[in-house]
């Protein structure tokens, strides 16, 4: 099963795996440190060196030297280094970064064979559970790590356990979700631009296509891709995709395709996929109201691109909370180093000091509700008009369902997609086109029955 699910997960990545952010399509590049992105070594965060560890002496941290080897998909654990090794002088980290289509496909030959293998090395969101699995990853609760979880979002911990619940991966970020939605527009045609009043407006996938309704009248479209729901709909699920073996079709992944289809036929959207020009320049348009999107959509979508629209954003609660997306970390149980691996991995996951540094400075939502307590307190965003979007994620967090993430996520939202997108827009019948959504899930893997 594993050689069969790297070759899938290869294929996948690039849709719902985007560089440590997740989401439905290839993220670009970041940019630039004032865009949160700035991920090379003169951009690494500057924080607090003397907090590494709860009861941790100066002895502790002179005592340990090496060189630490760490696999990553994206650049983000880099800005945590300058801290790290300000604290931890005599330790060297090299991090390589391996494009995120390809890192399964190097990654687990390479921790197979021994030779070469990190010490630490991450997953994203749509094949963690696969790694989580796989064994190649220690248990953080034994000796010599006892990590201490209790200050991180459940949710977080608990995408990083495995099947028996031994704690293999942490994560320094997490990615819940909002509506990005344009306050100007939300004045001229609901009357209000408070996120409170407007979240009631959309409360439901019905009232959403309500308010489109009403936003088309005036020449607006309400969301700049339909696609983009997806990231929300997968919280609204009552069932992950595999359970004992089998395909489950939740009611509410049925539903959304009916939806998806009513906006593609209304031109409720752009009509285009994620991260196409039209899709992108939305956010300075005049005629396109939301996007829904994890906490990475503010930092490299919304607030990078905002300009004429400064102000005129906010953020709120769709149908549903949601997360979506994210990168997980842990330790290879070979590894030789793991000593060094822990002192880095509970720097950058789980001190509170470090975590607020990064957070501060690169805007990205972290995974310590101390860290990101104590970031909603400073001043709101202006591109949100004031809004501060630490204190809306912390509300999300808490009200988030449990984690229904599977080791079969990337290749079957791939395919669940497509399915949608042929009913959405006419190519295939409902019953058609999840005929061919199952077949392709049956092909992909043939060890889960599929009715």
């Known amino acids: 099963m594993k050689k069969r699910m790297i070759a899938l997960l290869m294929m996948s990545a690039l849709v719902f795996g985007t560089g440590g952010c997740g989401g439905t399509g290839e993220m670009p590049e970041p940019a630039s440190p004032e865009q949160g992105s700035d991920s090379s070594a003169d951009g690494q965060t500057e924080a607090d060196p003397e907090n590494t560890g709860e009861g941790e002496t100066e002895a502790d941290r002179s005592a340990l030297s090496g060189t630490l080897e760490v696999w990553s998909s994206g650049e983000e654990l880099g800005r945590f280094v300058e801290g790290f090794q300000a604290a931890y002088p005599d330790v060297t980290v090299n991090i390589t970064v391996v494009p995120n289509e390809d890192f399964v496909a190097k990654l687990t030959p390479t921790l197979a064979g021994g030779q070469g293998a990190p010490d630490v090395f991450t997953?994203?969101?749509?094949?963690?559970?696969?790694?989580?699995?796989?064994?190649?990853?220690?248990?953080?609760?034994?000796?010599?790590?006892?990590?201490?979880?209790?200050?991180?979002?459940?949710?977080?911990?608990?995408?990083?356990?495995?099947?028996?619940?031994?704690?293999?991966?942490?994560?320094?970020?997490?990615?819940?979700?909002?509506?990005?939605?344009?306050?100007?527009?939300?004045?001229?045609?609901?009357g209000t631009d408070d996120p409170e009043k407007v979240a009631?407006?959309?409360?439901?996938?019905?009232?959403?296509?309500?308010?489109?309704?009403?936003?088309?009248?005036?020449?607006?479209?309400?969301?700049?891709?339909?696609?983009?729901?997806?990231?929300?709909?997968?919280?609204?699920?009552?069932?992950?995709?595999?359970?004992?073996?089998?395909?489950?079709?939740?009611?509410?992944?049925?539903?959304?395709?009916?939806?998806?289809?009513?906006?593609?036929?209304?031109g409720y959207d752009l009509g285009v996929d994620p991260w196409a020009p039209e899709w992108s320049a939305a956010v300075e348009s005049d005629d396109t109201f939301c996007y829904v999107l994890p906490s990475w959509g503010y930092q490299f979508v919304v607030k990078p691109s905002a300009d004429t629209t400064k102000g005129e954003w906010a953020m709120c609660q769709g149908a549903v909370p949601y997360v979506k997306g994210g990168t997980w970390v842990g330790i290879y149980k070979d590894s030789p180093n793991k000593d060094l691996a822990w002192a880095f991995m509970e720097y950058c996951c789980l001190n509170s000091e470090a975590q607020k540094a990064y957070g501060a400075e690169y805007g990205e939502y972290v995974s310590l509700k101390s860290a990101d307590k104590a970031l909603a307190e400073q001043d709101g965003e202006e591109v949100l008009g004031g809004q501060n979007p630490f204190a809306f994620y912390n509300s999300q967090m808490e009200k988030l369902p449990a984690d229904l993430m599977t080791a079969y996520d990337g290749t079957i939202n791939n395919a669940f997609l497509s399915a949608a997108k042929d009913y959405a827009t006419g190519v295939k019948s409902k019953e058609e086109a999840l005929d061919v959504f199952k077949a392709d899930v049956a092909n992909a893997y043939p060890e889960i029955t599929v009715e």
């Open 123 to 190: 997953g994203e969101s749509d094949y963690v559970k696969y790694l989580v699995e796989s064994g190649f990853w220690d248990d953080l609760e034994g000796a010599p790590y006892h990590a201490d979880t209790s200050d991180m979002w459940e949710y977080v911990a608990s995408v990083g356990r495995d099947s028996g619940g031994t704690l293999r991966a942490l994560s320094w970020q997490a990615s819940p979700g909002s509506v990005m939605y344009r306050r100007d527009m939300a004045r001229d045609v609901l």
């Open 200 to 266: 009631e407006m959309i409360n439901s996938d019905e009232a959403m296509l309500d308010v489109a309704a009403r936003l088309k009248e005036k020449g607006i479209k309400m969301f700049a891709s339909w696609q983009d729901i997806l990231n929300m709909q997968f919280s609204n699920r009552s069932n992950p995709w595999v359970a004992d073996n089998r395909l489950v079709i939740d009611e509410s992944m049925l539903s959304f395709m009916d939806m998806a289809k009513t906006i593609t036929e209304n």
